[in-house]
Each structure stands twice: as structure tokens, then as C-alpha cells.
């Protein structure tokens, strides 16, 4: 079997780049607000300490949620090239919840031994600046907006370098720690065998240069880099010599005689491998899972209603990891008659909804009060406020489905389901053999109200044409049914616009790390 080293890395860095560019944005950000709140407490009382900012529980954060996302669109890219070459597809959606604990959870383990340090230096650079501001004349003696304006001109450029440092080193070790984990849910891992694949990069170290000449290893023997041990580019266990701003990538591909889900008829771009256990910092990554996961239980159980157990049924199919989004415990109520949020209480309709679909209404009205409490979406009678992630994802979908364009091009998108009518429902019931009437039906209904809301009822239905009235009503009600498709899932809108159903779950978790 054969591999096309340039295709493979060319492949590799692309989607690398798209993912330090949306990574960068975000980490900058943060950088930019902390340096921001230092200058300001500079200008208002002269402090140089700078304790508060740059917390280790915020960066924390920050290295979980990049290797969960950077993880997540790597093992969805490997299964996806591998899938080429076997007969019997892989389905990498299925391993969807697996991944992201797995990645979230390495993620807090890097971070737990990077944060200390990287919280130093950004809080050394706000003292530097400002203790020499102290003793500099010509400062001193200027207005209070041009210091501000001074002050920032330099910690953005100083937020865009930082940024793009730790993201570029933490990128590399992420998708090259997802490719491993996602060839694992294809091959064991003692089927697998493994290159090194160097970089194009003129600045490439002659040692990974080496790495990518040697000859493959096994999958759970490390790769020889520069005289240290590395079972991938970017292992954290590596020196930094080693690790810093690489972007060498990591193929698998699995022996001639491994047996995978399907029959192996060539290997050339996208293949699949194994892993294994430790990825460098040993038991240490079992530890801190254990500890965010109980984190989140804690949280969860926290703003768990008092009326939960009363209304969900034991054996109901629930989600509720959104209850840790929550700032404040809601109320929750039992009805006969419709389920709705209105302000911190929640209203489920019991009669309506059983085991098999109590699940998706909670995920939906539960989005609303969380969607209020974090301030992504504000309505009253008479005005709202959307955050700007949230408007312009709006835009971003009616463009997508063409609600702008005119003539026969205008809802286009909609042909094949007859804009969501009855006898279209019914004429694809039998793809859903795995769902009852009442799933099936409430998917379909949930796919038609968040085409309604983004079209005012033009396409599909769920609320009256004046609810849609205000576009903040339209906002919330997106907001909701993205809530549902992140936290339930949901196999009809998957089925019939599989781009856009990707596209919610990736807003909502964007509004999360925000």
C-alpha cells in the first residue's frame, strides 16, 4: 500500500489553515479583552499587577474548546477521505459524542500543564508595557483618549502574535491527535501502521525532515525525532524544540492483512489507523476528564429544576448537558396544553410529548431561557437585541437557501421536499423505519418551523405568520431548534439538508465559547 505524501499534506494544511484562522479569531478576542481591562485599570489607577486577568480557569477553557473543535473537524476528515476506499461506508457521525469527550478532555489535560506558563508571559507583557508607560514623559502628558488609543494600538498587535502562536502549536498536536483517534474507530490499533509526514514549509526541521523519511512504525511505537520519542507531530510529551510551530502531519493506514468495516482496494490519500493510551501526559488525561466531567455533572445538577423527575420519564431519551449553560435555575412546569419558555419558567405540554420525544422539547424551550439568561437573544414587546454571531448566522442561512433571490431561483433550495407539505411527509415516513410515528413526526415538524422562522412561513410552518413578525422572534426560534439538533439530534433534518444541519450545531457550539 501506498501513500502520496504531497497530497496528504497538502490536504492536511488546508484544512489546518481554515482551522487556525476560525481558532486565531477567537483567541485573539480573549487576548484583547484582557489587555483591554489591563490598560483601562492602568488609566484609572496606576495598578501593574494584573492578577485577575489572564485566569487560568478562562484559558482552560480556551485549550478545551480549540481541541474540541479543531478534534472534531479532523476525525470528521479523516473518516470522511478514508470512506473512500472501502466498500462498506463509515459513518463518522455516529462517533460524534465519543470524539468531542475524548478531545475536550485531552484538551484540558494540555492546557493543565501549559496554562501557568502562558498566563505569565501575557501578564509579563501587560507589566512591562505599563511600568515603562510609568517613567515615560511624553505619555504622561497626553489626554486620556490617546493613551487608550496608544495602549491598544500595541496590545493588538501584541493579542494577534500571541494568539497566533499558541493556536498555531496547539492546532498541530489537536488534528494530529483527532486523525489518531478517528482511524481508531476504524482499525485496532495493532493493525495499523503509521508515517511522519513533513511539512512543505521551507522552515521545516531537518529532524522532522528525517521523521518523514524513515520508514512507517506500528501504531503504538513513537517516531525517533531529533533523539527524542513522539508518537505524533505535535505530542506534547516532545520537547518544544520539537513541537513549536509545526505542522507536520500524521497517516495512518492499516496493514494488508487488517479487516476494517469493508474491503481495503487502495490506499493514496485518506486512510484510517488506531491509538493508544496516555498520548504522552499517561493517566494524567484520565484524571482530568474525570474532573470536567464531574465539573459539568456538578453544574448540571446545580440548575437541575426541582420538578425534573416529576415530569421527565425515567427511561426518556434526554440530553441535558445544556442545563451547565445555565446562569439560573428555571422553573419548570407540566401542561396539557402547549409548551412554551416565558421568562425563567418553562411550560411542557406532558400530554403531547412521551418518552421518545420529551427529550426534543426540552432541548427547544430550554434553548430559550439560555438564549435570554446569556444575553444571545433579548425580546420583549416592543424591541430585541440580537448579538452579532447570532444576525449574522441568520443572514448567513437565508442567503444559503436563496430567500434573496428572485424568480424560479427563489426557494430553490425547498424543491424536493414540496416546501414541507403533508403528502411529502408522508411520502418519505418509510426512510425513518427506525423512528416511531411520534419521533418521526415531531422531527418533521421541528425541520419545517426552522424553515419558517428563517422564511416568515414562505417555507414550512410551526408559528403564526405574526409571531415571525420581528425578526428577534425568527432569531430565537432558529436559536431553539439548533438547541434541539445539537443536544437530541435530529435524523430527518440531518437526512434531507445535511449542509445546514451541520451549520446549527457548529453556531450553537461557536455561541457557547463565546
Same mark, same amino acid.
Request: proline fraction near 3%.
Given at each position: ?27 485573539r ?32 477553557k ?83 483618549a ?68 524513515s520508514? %512507517? ?15 505524533? %507531530? ?20 492499516p ?38 466531567a ?18 421527565? %420519564? ?7 448537558n445544556?442545563?451547565?449553560l ?119 415538524a ?36 439548533a ?32
Amino acid at each position: 500500500m501506498r501513500l502520496d505524501k504531497d497530497k496528504w499534506q497538502k490536504a492536511f494544511e488546508k484544512e489546518l489553515d481554515k482551522a487556525e484562522k476560525r481558532q486565531s479569531s477567537k483567541v485573539r478576542r480573549y487576548y484583547k479583552n484582557q489587555y483591554y481591562k489591563g490598560a483601562e485599570s492602568f488609566l484609572s489607577s496606576g495598578q501593574t499587577s494584573f492578577q485577575l486577568l489572564f485566569s487560568t480557569n478562562e484559558l482552560l477553557k480556551i485549550y478545551r474548546n480549540l481541541y474540541e473543535d479543531i478534534g472534531l473537524q479532523f476525525a470528521k476528515w479523516y473518516a470522511r477521505n478514508f470512506d473512500k476506499y472501502i466498500k462498506k461506508g463509515v459513518n463518522p457521525n455516529q462517533y460524534v459524542d465519543e470524539w468531542q469527550n475524548s478531545f475536550a478532555s485531552y484538551g484540558s489535560a494540555v492546557g493543565a500543564e501549559r496554562v501557568t506558563l502562558v498566563s505569565g508571559t501575557a501578564k509579563a507583557t501587560l507589566q512591562k508595557v505599563t511600568r515603562n508607560l510609568m517613567t515615560d514623559i511624553d505619555f504622561q502628558n497626553l489626554g486620556i483618549a490617546e493613551k487608550t488609543r496608544i495602549l491598544r494600538s500595541q496590545f493588538n498587535r501584541y493579542s494577534a502574535f500571541q494568539a497566533e502562536r499558541l493556536v498555531r502549536t496547539e492546532a498541530t498536536s489537536a488534528a494530529n491527535f483527532a486523525t489518531l483517534k478517528s482511524a481508531n474507530t476504524i482499525f485496532p490499533a495493532a493493525d495499523m501502521m503509521k508515517e511522519w509526514v513533513a511539512s512543505f514549509d521551507d522552515r521545516t526541521r531537518s529532524t522532522h525532515a528525517e521523521a518523514g523519511a524513515s520508514e %512507517p512504525v506500528p501504531q503504538n511505537e513513537p517516531f525517533m525525532v531529533g533523539g527524542a520519542l513522539m508518537m505524533y %507531530p505535535g505530542d506534547p510529551s516532545g520537547p518544544a524544540s520539537e513541537v513549536i510551530n509545526c505542522r507536520c502531519s500524521i497517516a495512518p493506514f492499516p496493514k494488508q492483512t487488517a479487516q476494517a468495516t469493508g474491503e481495503i482496494t487502495d490506499i493514496n490519500f485518506g486512510l484510517g489507523g488506531g491509538t493508544r493510551t496516555g498520548y504522552g501526559l499517561g493517566d494524567f488525561v484520565a484524571d482530568v476528564g474525570a474532573t470536567v466531567a464531574s465539573g459539568v455533572q456538578d453544574a448540571k445538577e446545580s440548575m437541575r429544576p426541582d420538578a425534573w423527575s416529576k415530569i421527565v %420519564p425515567k427511561n426518556a431519551k434526554v440530553n441535558d448537558n445544556y442545563l451547565s449553560l445555565l446562569k439560573e435555575r428555571p422553573k419548570l412546569q407540566s401542561s396539557n396544553n402547549g409548551s412554551y419558555a416565558s421568562g425563567n419558567t418553562i411550560v411542557i405540554d406532558t400530554k403531547r410529548f412521551n418518552s421518545d420525544t420529551i427529550g426534543r422539547v426540552l432541548a427547544h424551550e430550554f434553548g430559550h431561557v439560555i438564549h435570554k439568561q446569556r444575553e444571545w437573544v433579548l425580546l420583549s414587546s416592543r424591541k430585541y437585541h440580537s448579538i452579532d454571531e447570532v444576525v449574522s448566522f441568520y443572514k448567513s442561512q437565508r442567503k444559503k437557501i436563496g430567500i434573496n433571490k428572485r424568480g424560479e431561483e427563489k426557494f430553490k433550495y425547498f424543491d424536493h421536499v414540496d416546501k414541507f407539505s403533508w403528502n411529502h411527509r408522508n411520502s418519505i415516513r418509510k426512510q425513518f423505519p427506525n423512528l416511531t410515528d411520534k419521533e418521526f413526526t415531531e422531527d418533521y415538524a421541528a425541520v419545517a418551523d426552522y424553515f419558517g422562522a428563517m422564511t416568515k412561513n414562505k417555507v414550512g410552518w410551526g408559528h403564526s405568520n405574526s409571531y415571525y413578525r420581528s425578526e428577534g422572534w425568527r432569531h430565537a426560534e432558529m436559536l431553539a431548534h439548533a438547541f434541539e439538533n445539537k443536544y437530541q439530534g435530529n435524523l430527518v433534518f440531518k437526512k434531507l439538508f445535511p449542509e445546514i444541519y451541520e451549520d446549527t450545531i457548529k453556531w450553537i457550539d461557536e455561541l457557547i465559547n463565546l
